[in-house]
């Protein structure tokens, strides 16, 4: 079976006018035809979740969304034969893979999709998928705002999508 997985982060949306803006964006443009969106944290407007509706929606929480009891702080999504571990990160952005790797230690997973640094990543390690969206709202030192789209199939790909 494949599946086209929007991938988001660091949103920092405030409001639901802006929430509705982004998704209307988003559904109109790179997500169109997803089957769901994974957010990993940061997302701060909780009724971002409701503008991507019906779509199935997996988020985390960030450290923006530390008020957020019915997000976790991380979660493993099965896309069979697919499993996407998903966390938010911590820190400085120098190092993140490792500390975000550390979470996932002894769990089997394909894709590991985090957040927090605003910088867009793709690159694997070993068989591990490591993916970073990026920020479609705050560069802070990236190159550009950026959503990602996970391709599931016989084999999986990652895209870095660039909005400006």
């Known amino acids: 079976m494949n599946s086209r ?3 988001l982060s660091d949103t920092h949306v405030n409001s639901l006018a802006d929430a509705a803006n982004l998704a209307e964006l988003l559904l109109n443009g790179p997500f169109r035809g997803v ?3 994974l957010h990993a944290g ?3 407007c909780p009724e971002l979740e ?3 509706y019906p779509l199935p929606w997996y988020g985390v929480r960030g450290n923006m969304d530390m008020g957020r009891s019915d997000l976790p702080d991380w ?3 099965d896309f069979a034969p697919w499993r996407i571990g998903l966390i938010h990160g911590w820190g400085a952005a120098a190092g993140i893979e490792k500390r975000v790797l550390t979470v996932f230690t002894d769990r089997d997973i394909d894709i590991l999709v985090f957040g927090h640094s605003h910088q867009p990543l793709s690159q694997r390690q070993g068989k591990l998928l490591l993916f970073n969206p990026g920020s479609p709202t705050q560069r802070r030192g990236a ?3 950026s959503v990602g789209v996970l391709h599931l199939g016989d084999v999986v790909h990652a895209e870095i999508i660039r909005l400006d």
Do not use: E, K, L, Y
Request: hydrophobic residues 50%; proline residues 6%; negative net charge.
């Open 50 to 52: 409701s503008c991507f």
């Open 75 to 77: 979660r493993i999504i």
């Open 143 to 145: 190159p550009f705002h």
């Open 5 to 7: 997985i929007g991938v």
């Open 42 to 44: 940061d997302q701060v």
């Open 35 to 37: 089957d769901a969106i």
